[in-house]
């Protein structure tokens, strides 16, 4: 028989602000979810001192060679998988120095891997395939702030010696006691009750968007405001870096794209426009 597991008191479970759904219009419908989602940001803003202790510290390691790591179950894991895997190309950093894990693997990217969550010591088994050290950063994201994958790979973070840091959208979680910087993002009941991928998924969104974007200006990975390090993978990507040679330098695009293509990024090919200039 299932442990019965208790809600009780998880703002992220309270009623629905909103009922009777099924009986609204379409409009009705977007309008009320619109409604929630712009009290979003301002919850996020209220714990911007916490977000910036826990970047602080990450920028620290990672200066000195260590990596992150984002661990979580379902919605919060595809989310820490989406930030980590838009790195590399965004910043071209190497693919392994941010590292989203989703309880399940892989194949609960797509398709939910039954009980995957509730195994407390699965997230330290992932995390040893990468051979962690004390430099590197576990951030186990769950808006519940129960999930016992995130809680088990905390506390073994913990005693391995790396920094810990969490996003939850609940109040006094058992995750949120493992981390050493916890991000407390408390946003409310979902316009859907107990649907954690509206209003809380987008809290966390917001915020690992705050953690990597910040971290990777902190690493030099932005001049000004632009990616100079980007991947040129494709021609978006190309002709928007073709346009920011222009801006810096004031020269042609052919002339721009031609020093992109040559070089590889925006970075190299400005240094050696200006150094043979």
Known sequence: MLDVINLDGLSTEAASNHDNLEKKSVLEILTGINQEDKSVPLAVEKVLPKIEALVTQIVARMQQGGRLFY?????????????????????????????GLIAGGDSAIRKAVENAEDD??????DLEEYKPTALDTVIGIAASGRTPYVIGGLKAANANGLLTGCIVCNSGSGVAAEAQYPVEVIVGPEYVTGSTRMKSGTAQKL??????????????????????DMQLSNEKLIERGTRMIMQETDIDHSTAQELLLKHGSVRMAVSAYLENK
């Open 71 to 99: 661990i979580g179950a379902g919605t919060s894991g595809r989310l820490g998988i989406v930030d980590a895997s838009e790195c590399p190309p965004t910043y071209g950093v190497p693919h392994g120095m941010v590292v």
């Open 120 to 125: 407390v010591e699965q997230a330290w088994k």
């Open 207 to 228: 915020v690992l968007n705050m953690v990597s974007t910040s971290v990777m200006i902190k690493l030099g990975k932005v001049v000004g405001n632009k990616m100079v």
